[in-house]
């Protein structure tokens, strides 16, 4: 059974703060996924990493795709409260079945 | 957005009965997935398909089943409801690595 790692579960900060949250696998996977939810409302893909040591930056966020592809981090920068919610890793399984899974998600909470 | 329904949106039914629930597309994706969603445990995949009339398990199939016979339509069945079933049910469609997500399903097993 291939498994997404992700921590930490939960993390609270003060708007203003860093943070990373990493996920991670014992797995090759050929792209990897980073989700980001809200309460009441399905995940929204934020980015797709492909290539092993990809750096992808969506304003504030930064995603790397670790060398091996066994890995990936997603590094908020001056956190806002509206980054507030649920961030969910996902890849697929070996053998392009097209089988998604995800990580069990890290509850990111930014106090004003 | 991606044209994805679930429906209902929201259920309450008794334990033992059968329940199923719907998903429908209008984009046309090869791959829907069905996931349940419980606080702690991120996202569970229960089933998938990746074509009509193909479907494979993912990790919480017990329980479960689907059936997909058109391209835009996948059904997952509770053949017997139980409160362990208890959650929010999310359908998921893509035809590359990206999946996008319906609104979900809140289903209360009582």
């Known amino acids: 059974t291939q498994l997404l790692e992700q921590s930490p579960q939960f993390l609270s900060i003060q708007e203003g703060e860093n943070l990373t949250v990493y996920c991670n696998s014992s797995s090759v996977f050929s792209s990897l996924q980073w989700y980001r939810q809200e309460p009441g409302e399905g995940p929204v893909l934020l980015v797709t990493v492909v290539t092993g040591g990809e750096v992808k930056k969506l304003k504030r966020l930064t995603f790397q795709f670790g060398d091996a592809r066994k890995d990936s981090s997603l590094h908020i920068t001056a956190a806002q409260p509206g980054d507030t919610g649920l961030y969910l890793c996902a890849a697929h399984g070996s053998g392009n079945t097209g089988k998604l899974i995800f990580g069990q998600g890290t509850t990111l909470q930014v106090k004003p | 957005d991606a044209g994805i329904t679930q429906s209902p949106r929201h259920k309450v039914t008794e334990t033992g009965t059968p329940v199923t629930l719907r998903c429908h597309q209008t984009?046309?994706?090869?791959?829907m997935y069905w996931y349940r969603q419980d606080p702690g445990h991120g996202l569970r995949l229960i089933h998938y398909s990746y074509g009509v009339k193909d479907t494979d398990k993912g990790e919480v199939s017990d329980g479960y089943s689907v059936s997909r016979s058109k391209t835009e339509d996948f059904l997952l069945t509770l053949e017997s409801a139980t409160s362990s079933q208890t959650s929010v049910y999310f359908c998921?469609?893509?035809?590359?690595?990206?999946?996008?997500f319906g609104q979900g399903t809140r289903l209360t097993v009582v």
């Open positions: 984009e046309n994706h090869r791959y």
């Open positions: 998921a469609i893509g035809q590359g690595p990206e999946a996008f």
